[in-house]
């Protein structure tokens, strides 16, 4: 069975740092394209321009527009985790983030074969 089991979330001020985990049973991440999304309080999971994204075999990352410069994604092979870094966090920000996994980065997170159950990002002002 697969499971993607997101951790990191909390409560952090304007301009803080939160780093977000993704952690996989049932296969392995390294194989595997993970794409980090977010759902803010009365909207749909969100595609902002672009995706947050690492692709499996070479690692390449592609990161949305708003999370340039602020964002990092990585992955540890050896922990079959997926993290997310982010910095200088903005309210707008505030919200529940998953993880997804699948064969390539999709921009629609309806795409992706595995979710995760996400966690909650809320950034004071």
């Known amino acids: 069975q697969v499971q993607l089991v997101e951790s990191g979330g909390g409560l952090v001020q304007a301009g803080g740092s939160l780093r977000l985990s993704c952690a996989a049973s049932?296969?392995?991440?390294?194989?595997?394209?993970i794409g980090w999304f977010r759902q803010a309080p009365g909207k749909e999971r969100e595609a902002r321009e672009g995706i947050t994204c690492i692709l499996g075999r070479g690692g390449r990352t592609y990161y949305a527009d708003s999370e340039k410069g602020r964002f990092t994604i990585s992955r540890d092979n050896a922990k079959n985790t997926v993290y997310l870094q982010m910095n200088s966090l903005k309210p707008e920000d505030t919200a529940v983030y998953y993880c997804n996994a699948d064969v390539q980065c999709w921009r629609s997170s309806d795409l992706y074969d595995y979710w995760g159950q996400g966690t909650q990002v809320t950034v004071s002002f």
């Open positions: 049932g296969l392995t991440l390294e194989n595997y394209a």
